[in-house]
């Protein structure tokens, strides 16, 4: 039986452009997670004058369509503004590749919204947003689905280990139930942290372990 993938995916897979992990990102951002069967982690390094990407990196761990989408849309990112870069999509990544079968759309696309996402980390992290949206607990909560359970490779909201979240002029307290000496404790308030700081209007946030 033929493969599914053109010889451009296959050649993207075997040999990835830009893969790898980044010291002293100035943004990054992780989609996806293991349990769903791929995940992909973007890194950015930008001109602060030009706001151009000058380097990108990025991790992946799943099926070849997710590699050689994280791989295409590094290339076409790198050298953009973060403007441009925004404006990629999945069809410009999958027309690059010579086409995607249809039933790895959603692996595939998880690259798409890792670049968006660190875009997105990098423009509040230097108060690039026009549109500033209040952070409410709602706000929190959202992006707190994109924090991973590391024990079992889903989010911390769908894993209920978020127990309470209050937003208090500009203040954030977010409980987990975990014990403070878990072997994760570290990685997840470090994770919750990257996730949150950004937000326009927040000024401290705390992670308390309740478990």
């Known amino acids: 039986m033929p493969l599914p993938y053109s010889e451009t995916v296959m ?14 990102p ?3 951002a992780v989609e996806g997670s293991p349990a769903c069967g791929d995940m992909v982690a973007v890194y950015l390094k930008v001109d602060a004058d030009s706001h151009r990407i ?15 989408t994280g791989s295409i849309i590094t290339e076409l990112a790198k050298g953009k503004t973060l403007e441009e870069a925004k ?5 410009d990544a999958s027309d690059a590749l010579g086409g995607l079968p249809p039933i790895k759309t959603h692996c595939s696309v998880l690259a798409v919204d890792g670049l968006r996402a660190a875009i ?10 026009s549109e500033r949206e209040p952070t409410t607990v709602e706000v929190v909560r959202k992006r707190l689905k ?31 139930d ?34």
């Not at 924090?147 to 954030?172: H, Y």
Request: charged residues 30%; proline residues 4%; aromatic residues 8%.
């Open 11 to 24: 050649e993207h897979f075997k040999h990835p452009r830009n893969v790898g992990s980044m010291e002293d």
């Open 26 to 28: 100035d943004a990054k």
């Open 54 to 68: 000058d380097d990108i990196k990025f991790e992946s761990y799943g099926c070849a369509s997710n590699i050689a």
């Open 87 to 91: 404006a990629l999509t999945w069809k």
């Open 120 to 129: 997105q980390n990098y423009e509040e992290r230097h108060g690039l947003v």
């Open 146 to 176: 994109h924090v991973m359970n590391p024990v079992v490779g889903l989010d911390l909201v769908r894993t209920k280990l978020v127990t309470g979240i209050e937003v208090t002029d500009g203040q954030v307290q977010i409980a987990i």
């Open 178 to 211: 975990l014990p403070g000496d878990h072997q994760f404790a570290n990685n997840i308030r470090e994770e919750i942290r990257e996730k949150i700081e950004p937000l326009w209007d927040v000024h401290d946030v705390t992670v308390r372990f309740t478990g």
